[in-house]
């Protein structure tokens, strides 16, 4: 797919071991996150949920996905 142009292939964590990969759109929204002013936006999605970047993106110890447990992000 990155060579067909569908993704982009690159360092987009830092701290991230490994190519990451992402649309070629989400690139500039990334790269405008560095320069965006925190807004207190929250999410809060279930610890089962992809988004459970703690222990595995994160620094910190991984939550376990149990049933009712949540997680929040505060400006991403």
Known sequence: MAAR???RGGRV???LAGEQF???EA???LRSMRKTESSGIEI???TSDPLNLIGSVLS???ISN???S???YRDG
């Open 13 to 15: 964590i830092a701290g």
């Open 5 to 7: 142009g569908e993704l």
């Open 22 to 24: 992402a649309v070629p």
């Open 66 to 68: 149990i049933s009712g």
């Open 44 to 46: 809060c999605p279930s």
């Open 70 to 72: 949540r997680v929040l």
């Open 27 to 29: 690139i500039a929204q």
């Open 60 to 62: 910190g110890n991984r």
